[in-house]
């Protein structure tokens, strides 16, 4: 690691090391069990945070990490603490009483508080994931804002640096290209252009608060990147595009010269035996997505029984049927979503028509937490009361089944009504977690 860090300041490269706390810990509480709530390995994921040893560990382990690294910036990680153990461990709640902490929120917020006093005093700073916010952020604390941009701009606002890695632009591990183009990814759908696209600088922010926003940053998640290759497919070019991001006016930025320049970089990779995207094959977006489908639902009223969540509304209750279908990635405001119920929805042709088809496609990324639904009930009415049904579709993909998938589910017939019922039911299991995600119901 000493030969890493020289290297890297040869080269005017500082680099950050992470060590994660109180979370995403479970090597080392399989390691150290007596530093979790339960007490034994593989049943908490974050540290006890009421037991006093977990402080004296932590600050050993910091104390060689900052032997190793002279950074000044030191992250700490902070994100996707289950919380669990703690509400229920007598030594957390003993501790929560004695320092009056109301909740977990705040009991995460006492740990990173201590472990900013203790950075401080070695001269050092605490960098987080933006949950460290959670509970009151830490006085000099640096917050790395990846559920989107908002908590960089809250944490800009109050006064404390930022770095904006938002996970729709940010996240290299997603896919870089059509799904049925590429290995397996942690689904999404990050194009270069839309790597490229991301300006860290938020117009919201005025130049006080602006001057908190220290730069930009890819991240890679590898859990399902199996080989060096494929890491290299996932990088590159796409951290060029971060790179170029980060030290460019957005004014001074063009794709088109980008990714010209990419190309050539692809290629001069390539020569040296390295693996970045094909980027002058890339295949791009779902073809269906540059079109608008005209049907006979086209912009009908539609009468929601259950509600789309509010992460993912596709514009609202229009969306199922504006002509406008998804491409690749949950996030691109052509899909719907729903979480914890059903999709039951009806459709309001406003006059008595003859009907050949009613169809609408789900989208499936285990990896991503969406699921295609067990079964879709497909009915039809003259008066919005008395329903006939025309179809039950069943699921056919497992919802353990890895990767990227579409399906539409459908009914073909011959039938006269003015309203259709539309029910999607999700799958038992996925349910309390997963979405199920439409982008429109296409009526013929
Ligand atoms: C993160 O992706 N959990 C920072």
Request: a negative charge.
């Amino acid at each position: 690691m000493k030969e890493v860090v020289e290297y890297a300041a040869k080269r005017y490269i500082t680099i950050i090391p992470e060590i994660e706390m109180p979370g995403h810990s479970e090597e080392v509480l399989a390691a150290f069990p007596e530093l979790s709530c339960a007490g034994e390995p593989y049943v908490n994921s974050d540290f006890c945070i009421g037991n006093p040893q977990t402080f004296v560990f932590l600050e050993n382990v910091l104390s060689e990490v900052m032997e190793l690294f002279p950074s000044e910036l030191i992250h700490i990680g902070g994100d996707e603490a289950e919380k669990n153990g703690w509400r229920t461990c007598a030594k957390c709640n003993r501790l929560m009483n004695q320092e009056a902490l109301k909740d977990a929120d705040e009991l995460q917020s006492y740990m990173i508080h201590r472990i900013e006093t203790f950075l401080n005093a070695n001269e050092r700073r605490l960098l987080g994931w933006d949950e460290i916010m959670q509970g009151g952020l830490a006085p000099n604390a640096t917050v790395m804002s990846w559920q989107g941009e908002k908590y960089g701009i809250d944490a800009a606002r109050k006064g404390h640096d930022a770095i904006m890695t938002p996970i729709n632009y940010c996240y290299l591990n997603f896919y870089q290209d059509a799904p049925d183009a590429h290995v397996l990814s942690w689904a999404g759908y990050t194009p270069l252009e839309k790597v490229y696209a991301y300006n860290p600088v938020p117009d919201s922010l005025d130049m006080e608060a602006l001057k908190h926003i220290l730069g930009i940053q890819g991240n890679v998640w590898a859990e399902y990147i199996p080989t060096e290759e494929n890491e290299e497919m996932m990088i590159w070019p796409r951290a060029l595009a971060i790179a170029e991001t980060g030290w460019s006016l957005p004014e001074k930025k063009s794709y088109e010269r980008f990714r010209k320049n990419a190309l050539k970089a692809v290629e001069f990779m390539q020569s040296k035996g390295y693996s970045p995207f094909d980027l002058k094959n890339e295949v791009g977006q779902r073809r269906e997505y540059a079109d608008t489908v005209c049907h006979l639902a086209y912009q009908k009223p539609v009468e929601y029984k259950k509600m789309y969540t509010y992460e993912y509304t596709a514009g609202g209750k229009t969306a199922l049927t504006d002509g406008l279908l998804g491409g690749w990635a949950p996030d691109d405001n052509r899909w719907q979503g729903f979480i914890g119920n059903s999709m039951d929805i009806v459709i309001d042709m406003e006059t008595v028509q003859v009907i050949n088809s009613i169809e609408a496609t789900f989208m499936q990324d285990g990896f991503g937490w969406y699921w295609m639904p067990k079964e879709v009930e497909i009915s039809i009415s003259p008066d919005n009361k008395n329903f006939t049904l025309l179809t039950t579709v069943k699921n056919d993909i497992p919802f353990t089944q890895t990767g990227f998938f579409l399906k539409n589910f459908g009914w073909n017939g011959k039938t006269g009504g003015r309203y259709i019922r539309y029910i999607a039911k999700p799958d038992k299991e996925s349910q309390k977690v997963g979405f199920l995600f439409v982008d429109e119901v296409i009526v013929k």
